[in-house]
């Protein structure tokens, strides 16, 4: 008996039935093959496309309440002006309030991960368990301390996490951390047995500050001498590595959160993703905060990080579709402590996407899977499920308006002067 049978499913270019057990995939046979097995519950998933959801390694999910602020503004000005004031007046049930927002927002796109770097966490994990998806969550360090930074309160839940939640230890970035403070936290991320979760080579004031203030030409030679640069940690940005810290980042087996909407938003540079990719570099895909992207589409940062690899190297087979694919999924899965979900097999995690492929962009021919990515948008994503949880169907969350009602209220909090 299984819980539930996806029959008729489109999966890479093949019909298929898709059984799930628990939390996991059960069975994936030839359509028809399952048609008489026993089951909980069938879906008739003729006019689906089943794919691996997405999974966001770099973001501020609560920044979804900042959202639409001075969008034109240079990042430290911007940081230090617009944001840092308005964030100094976050509360626990605001940050649960933009989080769940920001939840919303990405399973509406067909994402139940994130890789969270912000403020109040246990108000993260709070939002993230009720609502089902997998998280890695940040505790956060800043020289300038904060009263929002609740790292203690988040390390002593860490024995009475789901599987679906992990702990990363996330230093901000160079320039908001001294070389003092990012040593302990590397040393406690060996101690703790956690992996880590910076911000790197972002800009080229970044670069700047590395020399001026550390002596080192570049910003990832200088974190890896803090001893930040070890096998997990993740890397966001990284657009102004050098071909040398590209071959760094590779041998010490980081990953690379690469976020290209934020990246152009704020001109900070492009990430060569043909060269990391050549270094043999690991690279995956976030959307950082929304305040600087400014929406959490996962379909639409997959999309932006093509168009940037190409054109970044003048090439149009600088990135390959299954590549890309692969660093969204099972790739992006691994980097977030997940190495056995992303991939729709026997015995991998029940995570998985429906697509409704009786939308305009599928009614023509293609690679489905490419066309979701290149030409779709949320509104064809219904169904996601999460850990064989079902935590969208028929493009509804449950409790939608009240998440809707809630960030209104937060955010207001946060707009006026
Ligand atoms: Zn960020």
């Known amino acids: 008996m299984f819980d539930l049978i996806l029959s008729n499913a489109l999966l890479k ?119 089902g998806v997998r998280a890695r969550i940040g505790l956060m360090y800043m020289d300038q301390v904060s009263d929002h930074i609740e790292n203690d309160a988040t390390l002593a839940l860490r024995d009475a996490l789901p599987p679906t939640i992990g702990l990363s230890i996330a230093p901000h970035a160079l320039y908001t951390t001294s070389p003092e403070l990012l040593r302990r936290v590397a040393a406690q991320a060996e101690s703790l047995g956690l992996p880590l979760h910076i911000h790197a080579a972002e800009t080229t004031a970044e670069t700047a500050i590395a020399k001026e203030r550390f002596g080192f030409d570049s910003p990832l030679a200088y974190l890896d001498f803090c001893g ?16 040398a810290d590209l071959a760094l980042i590779a041998e010490r087996g980081c990953f690379v959160a690469h976020c290209p909407q934020s990246n152009q938003k704020l001109a900070s540079g492009v990430f060569p993703w043909a060269k990391a990719a050549a270094a043999g570099v690991r690279i995956t895909i976030g959307t950082d905060g929304a305040a600087s992207n400014n929406g959490l589409s996962m379909i639409a940062e997959a999309k ?105 209220t937060a955010s207001a909090t946060l707009l006026t002067p």
């Not at 019909?15 to 399952?34: C, M, N, Y």
């Not at 770099?58 to 002006?81: E, K, N, P």
């Not at 969270?116 to 993230?128: L, T």
């Not at 489905?368 to 064809?380: E, H, L, M, R």
Request: charged share 20%; proline share 5%.
């Open 228 to 243: 930040i640069l070890r096998p997990g940690t993740i890397l966001a940005h990284c657009c102004h590595a050098t071909e």
């Open 13 to 131: 270019g093949r019909r298929v039935d898709v059984a799930v057990q628990g939390s996991r995939f059960a069975a994936v046979e030839p359509a028809g093959t399952l048609a008489q097995a026993g089951t909980r519950e069938r879906l008739d998933c003729s006019h689906f496309l089943l794919r691996p959801p997405f999974y966001n390694t770099h973001t501020h999910q609560a920044m979804t309440l900042l959202r639409g602020i001075d969008d034109d503004c240079a990042l430290m000005d911007w940081l230090t002006r617009e944001i840092w004031p308005r964030e100094a007046r976050l509360t626990p049930n605001t940050v649960y309030a933009g989080t769940r927002l920001a939840i919303l927002e990405g399973l509406k796109s067909g994402c139940v991960a994130f890789n969270d770097m912000y403020f109040h966490q246990p108000a993260v994990i709070r939002a993230a368990t009720e609502m």
């Open 304 to 408: 932006a990080a093509a168009l940037s690899a190409k054109l970044g190297a003048g090439a149009p087979d600088a990135l390959r579709f299954a590549d890309l694919d692969r660093a969204v999924t099972e790739e992006a899965a691994a980097a977030l402590g997940f190495p056995n979900a992303g991939r729709i097999v026997p015995g991998a995690d029940a995570d998985f996407i429906l697509v409704d492929l009786e939308t305009p962009v599928f009614a023509g021919g293609g690679d489905p899977d490419a066309n979701f990515i290149y030409a779709a948008d949320s509104s064809c994503v219904d169904t996601v499920a999460c850990a064989g949880r079902l935590l969208m169907r028929g493009h509804q969350v449950p409790g939608e308006a009240d998440i809707l009602a809630a960030a209104r």
